[in-house]
């Protein structure tokens, strides 16, 4: 009786597995009773050994119903968002260079900054209602947006209930899957977007000969039109030119052909056997057994100075020659090439935060589970290598970085145009590029920059009266706008009104030197571009009445202060962000410039403005003070932390260095509190990192992956707020990719911190993992370390010089100094 009521269970939950388990079980319910007896017997072997959850495979057992539970593909230009149901699949695809309008006039405002004597007037006379207002007048045109490029439909004929269903998207080689069973046939279909390739690719299979049946349609929000020649899908079209310019109602294509960015997507099947048919915006398959769908994409952009139209690229040759070129090469061949180039990327690091109880679950059960409290160190491991994953994936353009979205966008208005919001959004898609090992997926923003530099010289003369360097503001787009947004004067100041994102970029090039020890790239590009950004803002700031340099106006990125009249406002001066920015940049231009051995006269005039800057104060709670005075902020759980930034992304605060202003730091990280968007718990985790508080910075990274549900689901009892969706998205809420970048830069910030002289090993290690290990991460001075821990003590660690040099490593009160050949490697031991 006891073996019969493990029998049938068994029986049971076999059948409840993903078609991908269950055929790797033996079908036992035609067995005798001696060979179930014995498959019982190893199936529960089988089930002690897979149990643990995957660290690199997010898998569900239904089609995503919304956007926030879907699966996202990416070359680093083509986005494909695969929904992969069953009767019809849905896929949103996207270009990471499809944007509304056209090249920027940065000289749109030519007269703005003979508005700045009046505001620093009234700040002078502590009028700040007065200032707040005169602000706006230092305002310009908002961003382009972000476009989506279609949808591309596959229907099935075959229609029926789909049983045994399993999705998955196993981020070690970038492939996601979908199989289920309907009528008694099995589907599979698996897909990929290749980067060597420049193609999206669909396969699709049945287990019956004959049963592959289905329709393919393409359609898009913007402006296109469908024809199909040869069996050959082709959607053309045009974004808008502007981003609130009305687009609906935009004459049709043809009468916009020389304004805005036209697009082309190619769709084509390669059959094993079966009918190709085609109708005037369908293609189809007929009784076929195996089928491969081609899609190619291109767009006419040619660069943020240049005109998509008249001076754009031939989007429709180059469509074509892409999908020629793929089709052309056997299956096999073209996921081998997919594969072998991710994986040369996703491969450099590897991370185990030791033993694991946690069932074996799909992704959105899992994080259900562990939002209870329950362990789960490969879904700990799962979001630090999906972080990595999306960033490969959509970081692959010079010139484009990864916007809000990342390249994933099915809005015509996108959440804040999907644009480059660089008062934090944008530098935190990039925290991780160099210390994860991913450098190369650093360089669309860096040359991104240098786009900027361009434009950003224009803004920094007719905005800001400063005749040398370049300036950029808060937003910008694809088209490398510097100026200060607001649409001209009709905007809050405390958002609109900040040109300090210059400063930060900067910081940006540093440290891809640092990291790769890039000495010719500082050179001949990085250097002048920090040399520019540090040029404005000696121009910019002035003299408080003590004599320190201060920068007038200042706003503090989208927070307010309450004056001591009662006042609500967001110009001042002095602010701490502002200042804390300016250090680093000139600190770190001081460095390139020496590294490089030129520009001294420079350097001191750099030196000399850092000495006389206005310094950090500590306010009466034994806070770090956000503004010039200590003032109370409208909001003191605000999700903005800019003026900790000399604690994390820079390195003027540390623990050791400036322990009081370390510890006025934690006062303002616990004044705020832990509850807050996705993407500012993402920097409040590398905070408390900085801050060597291992165990705070889990609690939040824990928080990070808290269950939230998709936007458009409704529930008696809604999971909203800061978190993670169930495809592991970051939710601000809505969607914004920073979040899940800046919690996987955290996890490497606690295991591993740097600068040009040191190596701090295991600085913020939580109590959670005790045990674990990780190789490839990298650290400045051009070091790759790969570390072993048990009971929370250090085991093994070696470090590998990629350029040869010196460093100290350092773990607790123990130093070690070495000096290592290029492509040395070696054992260090404490």
Same mark, same amino acid.
């Given at each position: 009786?006891?073996?019969?009521?493990?029998?049938?269970?068994?029986?049971?939950?076999?059948?409840?597995?993903?078609?991908?388990?269950?055929?790797?079980?033996?079908?036992?319910?035609?067995?005798?009773?001696?060979?179930?007896?014995?498959?019982?017997?190893?199936?529960?072997?089988?089930?002690?050994?897979?149990?643990?959850?995957?660290?690199?495979?997010?898998?569900?057992?239904? +089609?995503?119903?919304?956007?926030?539970?879907?699966?996202?593909?990416?070359?680093?230009?083509?986005?494909?968002?695969?929904?992969?149901?069953?009767?019809?699949?849905? $896929?949103?695809?996207?270009?990471?260079?499809?944007?509304?309008?056209?090249?920027?006039?940065?000289?749109?405002?030519?007269?703005?900054?003979?508005?700045?004597?009046?505001?620093?007037?009234?700040?002078?006379?502590?009028?700040?209602?007065?200032?707040?207002?005169?602000?706006?007048?230092?305002?310009?045109?908002?961003?382009?947006?972000?476009? &989506?490029?279609?949808?591309?439909?596959?229907?099935?004929?075959?229609?029926?209930?789909?049983?045994?269903?399993?999705?998955?998207?196993?981020?070690?080689?970038?492939?996601?899957?979908?199989?289920?069973?309907?009528?008694?046939?099995?589907?599979?279909?698996?897909?990929?977007?290749?980067?060597?390739?420049?193609?999206?690719?669909?396969?699709?299979?049945?287990?019956?000969?004959?049963?592959?049946?289905?329709?393919?349609?393409?359609?898009?929000?913007?402006?296109?039109?469908?024809?199909?020649?040869?069996?050959?899908?082709?959607?053309?079209?045009?974004?808008?030119?502007?981003?609130?310019?009305?687009?609906?109602?935009? +004459?049709?294509?043809?009468?916009?052909?020389?304004?805005?960015?036209?697009?082309?997507?190619?769709?084509?099947?390669?059959?094993?056997?079966?009918?190709?048919?085609?109708?005037?915006?369908?293609?189809?398959?007929?009784?076929?057994?195996?089928?491969?769908?081609?899609?190619?994409?291109?767009?006419?952009?040619?660069?943020?100075?240049?005109?998509?139209?008249?001076?754009?690229?031939?989007?429709?040759?180059?469509?074509?020659?892409?999908?020629?070129?793929?089709?052309?090469?056997?299956?096999?061949?073209?996921?081998?090439?997919?594969?072998?180039?991710?994986?040369?990327?996703?491969?450099?690091?590897?991370?185990?935060?030791?033993?694991?109880?946690?069932?074996?679950?799909?992704?959105?059960?899992?994080?259900?589970?562990?939002?209870?409290?329950?362990?789960?160190?490969?879904?700990?491991?799962?979001?630090?290598?999906?972080?990595?994953?999306?960033?490969?994936?959509?970081?692959?353009?010079?010139?484009?970085?990864?916007?809000?979205?990342?390249?994933?966008?099915?809005?015509?208005?996108?959440?804040?145009?999907?644009?480059?919001?660089?008062?934090?959004?944008?530098?935190?898609?990039?925290?991780?590029?160099?210390?994860?090992?991913?450098?190369?997926?650093?360089?669309?923003?860096?040359?991104?920059?240098?786009?900027?530099?361009?434009?950003?010289?224009?803004?920094?003369?007719?905005?800001?009266?400063?005749?040398?360097?370049?300036?950029?503001?808060?937003?910008?787009?694809?088209?490398?706008?510097?100026? +200060?947004?607001?649409?001209?004067?009709?905007?809050?100041?405390?958002?609109?009104?900040?040109?300090?994102?210059?400063?930060?970029?900067?910081?940006? $090039?540093?440290?891809?030197?640092?990291?790769?020890?890039?000495?010719?790239?500082?050179?001949?590009?990085?250097?002048?571009?920090?040399? @520019?950004?540090?040029?404005?803002?000696?121009?910019?700031?002035?003299?408080?009445?003590?004599?320190?340099?201060?920068?007038? &106006?200042?706003?503090?990125?989208?927070?307010?202060?309450?004056?001591?009249?009662?006042?609500?406002?967001?110009?001042?001066?002095?602010?701490?962000?502002?200042?804390?920015?300016?250090?680093?940049?000139?600190?770190?231009?001081?460095?390139?410039?020496?590294?490089?051995?030129?520009?001294?006269?420079?350097?001191?005039?750099?030196?000399?403005?850092?000495?006389?800057?206005?310094?950090?104060?500590?306010?009466?709670? @034994?806070?770090?003070? %956000?503004?010039?005075?200590?003032?109370?902020? %409208?909001?003191?759980?605000?999700?903005?932390?800019?003026?900790?930034?000399?604690?994390?992304?820079?390195?003027?605060?540390?623990?050791?260095?400036?322990?009081?202003?370390?510890?006025?730091?934690?006062?303002?990280?616990?004044?705020?509190?832990?509850?807050?968007?996705?993407?500012?718990?993402?920097?409040?985790?590398?905070?408390?990192?900085?801050?060597?508080?291992?165990?705070?910075?889990?609690?939040?990274?824990?928080?990070?992956?808290?269950?939230?549900?998709?936007?458009?689901?409704?529930?008696?009892?809604?999971?909203?707020?800061?978190?993670?969706?169930?495809?592991?998205?970051?939710?601000? +809420?809505?969607?914004?990719?920073?979040?899940?970048?800046?919690?996987?830069?955290?996890?490497?910030?606690?295991?591993?911190?740097?600068?040009?002289?040191?190596?701090?090993?295991?600085?913020?290690?939580?109590?959670?993992?005790?045990?674990?290990?990780?190789?490839?991460?990298?650290?400045?001075?051009?070091?790759? $370390?790969?570390?072993?821990?048990?009971?929370?003590?250090?085991?093994?660690?070696?470090?590998?010089?990629?350029?040869?040099?010196?460093?100290?490593?350092?773990?607790?009160?123990?130093?070690?100094? $070495?000096?290592?050949?290029?492509?040395?490697?070696?054992?260090?031991?404490?």
């Amino acid at each position: 009786m006891r073996i019969r009521s493990i029998y049938k269970p068994v029986c049971k939950y076999i059948q409840s597995l993903p078609l991908k388990r269950k055929q790797k079980i033996p079908d036992i319910m035609q067995s005798n009773f001696q060979t179930k007896l014995l498959v019982i017997f190893i199936f529960t072997l089988f089930c002690g050994k897979a149990t643990a959850q995957s660290n690199h495979v997010l898998w569900y057992n239904q +089609p995503a119903e919304f956007f926030e539970e879907s699966l996202v593909l990416g070359n680093g230009r083509i986005g494909a968002t695969v929904f992969g149901g069953a009767n019809a699949d849905k $896929i949103y695809l996207n270009d990471a260079t499809l944007w509304s309008g056209e090249p920027v006039n940065a000289n749109m405002n030519p007269e703005a900054y003979k508005n700045l004597p009046a505001i620093r007037e009234a700040l002078k006379n502590e009028n700040y209602k007065l200032a707040d207002e005169l602000n706006k007048k230092l305002q310009g045109k908002n961003s382009e947006s972000y476009a &989506p490029l279609g949808t591309l439909e596959i229907n099935n004929s075959e229609k029926g209930k789909a049983v045994n269903y399993y999705r998955e998207l196993d981020i070690s080689n970038a492939v996601s899957k979908v199989s289920y069973e309907m009528n008694g046939i099995k589907f599979t279909r698996e897909y990929f977007v290749s980067a060597p390739d420049h193609i999206m690719i669909i396969k699709l299979t049945s287990s019956e000969k004959g049963a592959l049946n289905f329709d393919i349609n393409t359609r898009s929000l913007l402006k296109s039109n469908v024809e199909i020649r040869n069996n050959i899908i082709k959607m053309s079209g045009v974004a808008p030119i502007h981003e609130n310019a009305g687009y609906t109602d935009l +004459p049709k294509y043809k009468e916009v052909k020389e304004r805005g960015t036209r697009f082309t997507t190619l769709v084509q099947i390669k059959k094993t056997d079966g009918i190709i048919t085609s109708s005037r915006e369908t293609l189809s398959l007929r009784e076929g057994t195996e089928a491969v769908i081609f899609v190619s994409i291109a767009t006419s952009f040619n660069g943020f100075d240049m005109n998509p139209a008249s001076e754009g690229l031939d989007d429709v040759t180059i469509a074509l020659e892409r999908l020629n070129n793929a089709y052309a090469k056997p299956f096999a061949e073209l996921k081998e090439n997919h594969i072998a180039d991710y994986q040369k990327f996703y491969n450099r690091v590897s991370l185990d935060l030791g033993k694991t109880t946690a069932p074996n679950l799909p992704t959105d059960e899992r994080l259900l589970r562990y939002a209870d409290g329950k362990e789960d160190k490969n879904l700990e491991v799962l979001y630090f290598q999906y972080g990595r994953y999306l960033l490969i994936s959509s970081s692959r353009t010079m010139g484009v970085p990864a916007n809000l979205q990342g390249i994933w966008n099915p809005y015509l208005n996108p959440p804040w145009s999907s644009n480059y919001t660089m008062n934090i959004n944008l530098e935190e898609n990039y925290w991780l590029a160099e210390n994860t090992n991913l450098s190369e997926m650093h360089l669309p923003l860096l040359s991104f920059i240098k786009n900027l530099s361009v434009t950003g010289k224009v803004t920094a003369k007719t905005f800001y009266g400063v005749e040398k360097g370049w300036a950029s503001a808060h937003n910008s787009d694809i088209w490398a706008m510097t100026n +200060p947004v607001g649409q001209f004067g009709k905007e809050d100041p405390s958002w609109a009104c900040w040109p300090l994102s210059g400063a930060w970029l900067s910081t940006h $090039i540093w440290e891809h030197y640092i990291f790769t020890q890039d000495k010719d790239y500082l050179k001949k590009e990085g250097y002048p571009i920090m040399k @520019g950004a540090a040029e404005f803002f000696l121009g910019w700031m002035i003299t408080d009445k003590n004599g320190n340099l201060i920068t007038s &106006p200042s706003t503090s990125p989208e927070n307010k202060y309450i004056a001591p009249d009662g006042f609500i406002g967001a110009t001042m001066y002095g602010g701490t962000a502002d200042l804390a920015m300016i250090r680093e940049c000139f600190d770190k231009t001081i460095k390139a410039s020496k590294v490089l051995n030129t520009d001294s006269d420079f350097r001191a005039k750099l030196e000399a403005a850092i000495s006389k800057m206005y310094p950090y104060q500590i306010g009466k709670k @034994g806070n770090l003070q %956000e503004w010039y005075f200590d003032w109370n902020d %409208e909001d003191p759980k605000h999700r903005h932390q800019s003026h900790l930034f000399g604690l994390f992304p820079g390195d003027n605060i540390t623990p050791l260095k400036t322990p009081d202003l370390a510890n006025a730091a934690r006062k303002t990280l616990e004044i705020k509190g832990d509850e807050t968007t996705g993407w500012s718990k993402g920097w409040r985790i590398n905070l408390w990192a900085r801050l060597w508080d291992g165990n705070h910075a889990y609690k939040m990274y824990r928080e990070l992956l808290r269950y939230v549900d998709p936007d458009g689901k409704k529930t008696d009892k809604p999971r909203r707020g800061g978190g993670t969706y169930p495809n592991l998205f970051d939710a601000h +809420p809505p969607f914004q990719i920073d979040g899940n970048f800046g919690g996987a830069a955290a996890v490497a910030e606690m295991l591993l911190q740097s600068n040009e002289n040191e190596i701090r090993l295991l600085p913020a290690l939580p109590d959670a993992w005790e045990s674990g290990s990780v190789n490839g991460i990298c650290a400045r001075g051009g070091f790759e $370390i790969a570390m072993e821990w048990s009971n929370k003590t250090l085991n093994k660690v070696t470090v590998f010089s990629k350029k040869g040099g010196k460093t100290v490593v350092i773990y607790g009160d123990k130093k070690q100094e $070495i000096n290592l050949k290029k492509g040395e490697k070696t054992e260090v031991k404490f």
